[in-house]
């Protein structure tokens, strides 16, 4: 890991009236896989929603590659867990995934050559290409987190910020995107994910647990102990063993999944 995508120091998120995350501070390194984990409610989203400038922070600084992301829009990507588009909206996969060239180009902007191929390689990196086609509506939910993902990777960035991206997933999207998660990495590039799943947590290089605070952020190991767990959720029934923690969310975990060797059973197969 080298250098950092994020830092925060006092950091207040909320929206008019409600705060949802209380002075904070923390880092987040760049070229790395960062999963931001808690409690529903816990401020996962706002986080993310902060990173990505579309939230103005309630006090304290939070710098993203080294300025505001409210001063400059940064070099970040972010693929929300809502629909990105109405239900019955007439746009094909393949308009949906150009999209993320707009950013650049603008909406009059005319694509180049190259511009197409760089569309062309994110849905075979996701796996849609057969699909191009097809309006979105006639997509699965995890055919659509695909495309969105693939939109995302368009979009020319540093850093990825993707949330919840593989909750509910039928089990070949959710190993798709995982693939595209920890091979991102690779390529030079961030990724910041919220996630309820603390193997997908362990498998990340460094966390950021919330509970309306950071509880506390740094590598798994440090980070998903028996005692911040119990802070963040409230649990003051873990024992005190490591495998104790595979309860609080997913009671079917393996105890044992090394990094990237996730139980995809979890997820939702297709029916």
Partial sequence: MTGLLA????????????????????????????AIIGPNGSGKSTVLSA?????????GTLSVLGVSPRVRPPRVSYVMQSQAFPAGTPITVREAVGMGLYPRLGWFGRPSADDRARV????????????AGRHLDELSGGQRQRVYVAQGITQAHEALLLDEPLTGLDITSARVIDEIIH??????HAVVLTTHDLDEARAADWVVLMNGRCVASGPPASVLTTANLTDAYGLGSLHDHAASADVVDDPHAAHDAGPHAHDHSRYQHPH
């Avoid at 950091?11 to 896989?33: C, D, E, K, M, W």
């Avoid at 062309?120 to 699909?131: Q, S």
């Avoid at 091979?183 to 030079?188: C, P």
């Fill in 183 to 188: 091979s991102e990495r690779e390529r030079g």
């Fill in 120 to 131: 062309a390689r994110a849905m075979d990196r996701l796996g849609v290409t057969e699909l």
């Fill in 51 to 59: 990173l990505a400038g579309v939230l103005e922070p309630l006090a």
């Fill in 7 to 34: 830092e925060a120091s006092g950091l207040s998120l909320g929206y008019g009236n409600q705060v949802a995350v209380t002075a904070s501070s923390f880092t987040i390194p760049h070229r790395a896989v960062t």
